[in-house]
């Protein structure tokens, strides 16, 4: 298996200053950097490298993204926001969305390595990619940015997909611990882009991901929420993938597979409160893997997005990239203990929110009537 892989150096440069958790400092609130900074990234790099599993994959290079490609989502104003800022002294595009000197470049090269993997998988360079992209972009809005997120690379590598290469149908999977509400907003009245999101129900933002929020216009049933509960762990996402999203994906039969991969569901996540384990997240790579070699050829583009444990999200992103790879390296999980008596069953709250979004996308789904009468 030919797996991809991206990463620039500019990437561990984007500067959203100080700041303690998601706030800035200042007040009671002593000085510190903010829970999104280049530190998790570069030790997924470093674990790759140090464990020489990076010899395995095909190194690509990314390119910045257009102006004009960036605006397949966000306005105008907006861009010419995000470049004065960065040209000036920085600042919020939005909400927690900092911008620091140099930003806007790097986050045309952070869009620009979803288009470059797109590229990649669609001229068969590789059978499927991992982009280690940042800023991240799936909170991102056509008019502002939000937690963290400044301009939006899966939706702009799916509109990228559409009009270079005349695809019909993409699919966006979002597993990030947080709602994907600006990935939701670009496509929510698209029939042609499947969006689906996996999260921490009422985690971030507070008000958007309701499992009753499918869309609209043409685009009803083509947006699907699943809000978990708090503490979901390994078995509960992997039975989401088997009881919603597998049966959706047959029937909507995409041509190419894009995820915005946060590591935040993790068991050990300063942002989220679920409990996915490193295995966890390997088994379900495993699984959007066959959907998209079932449905698509396995073309495959995974988008590193969230993930704030600077000590467990590379062991999970190396089991991501293990999974695409289909090789293994020599690196044992050291948390895996850590996970003793944690979940492994799916409990009945959860089953509860997985039976209500099957009822209500039953609605648009063939799949599921059986399961609803």
């Not at 009671?28 to 990234?41: G, H, M, N, V």
């Not at 020599?330 to 009945?348: E, Q, W």
């Amino acid at each position: 298996m030919r797996t991809g892989y991206i990463y620039d150096e500019s990437y561990f440069w984007h500067d959203n200053g100080s700041g303690t958790l998601y706030l800035s400092s200042g007040g009671y609130l002593e000085k510190d950097e903010f829970i999104e900074s280049p530190a998790t990234k570069k030790r997924v790099n470093n674990l790759l490298k140090r464990s020489r599993f990076m010899d395995e994959l095909i190194k690509l290079v990314p390119r910045p993204a257009t102006r004009e490609e960036v605006e397949s989502w966000h306005t105008p104003q907006y861009v010419d926001k995000v470049k004065q800022l960065s040209d000036t002294n920085g600042g919020d595009a939005g909400d927690h969305a900092i911008v620091g000197k140099g930003s806007y470049e790097i986050a045309l090269l952070s869009a620009g390595g979803a288009l470059t993997s797109v590229d990649a998988v669609m001229e068969n360079q590789v059978d499927n990619v991992y982009a280690l992209t940042r800023p991240p972009g799936h909170h991102a809005e056509a008019d502002f940015g939000m937690g963290f997120c400044i301009f939006n690379n899966v939706a702009i590598a799916a509109n990228y997909a559409r009009k270079k290469y005349g695809l019909e149908k993409i699919m966006i999977v979002d597993w990030d611990v947080h709602h994907g509400n600006g990935t939701e907003k670009a496509f929510y009245n698209d029939p042609n882009v499947l969006f689906i999101s996996i999260h921490q129900h009422l985690s971030f933002p507070e008000d958007t991901g309701f499992a009753e929020d499918v869309g609209s216009g043409n685009g009803q049933g083509y947006n699907v929420n699943i809000p978990l509960p708090p503490g979901t762990g390994d078995a509960g996402y992997l039975e989401v993938f088997d009881s919603i999203i597998e049966p959706i994906a047959s029937e909507f039969q995409p041509e190419l597979i894009i995820v915005s991969a946060g590591q935040d569901p993790s068991m050990f996540d300063p942002l989220g409160r679920m409990l996915m384990t490193a295995e966890g997240f390997r088994k379900m790579t495993n699984k959007i893997k066959r959907i998209a070699e079932t449905q698509c050829n396995g073309k495959l583009v995974v988008c590193h997005e969230g993930g704030y444990s600077n000590g467990y999200v590379p062991f999970c992103t190396l089991r991501i990239v293990e999974a695409l790879s289909e090789k293994q390296s020599d690196v044992k999980d050291p948390f895996a203990s850590g996970a003793n008596g944690y979940p492994d069953k799916v409990y009945p709250n959860q089953r509860q929110v997985i039976n209500e979004v099957i009822e209500i996308q039953s609605k648009y789904w063939s799949s599921f009537l059986s399961e609803v009468q």
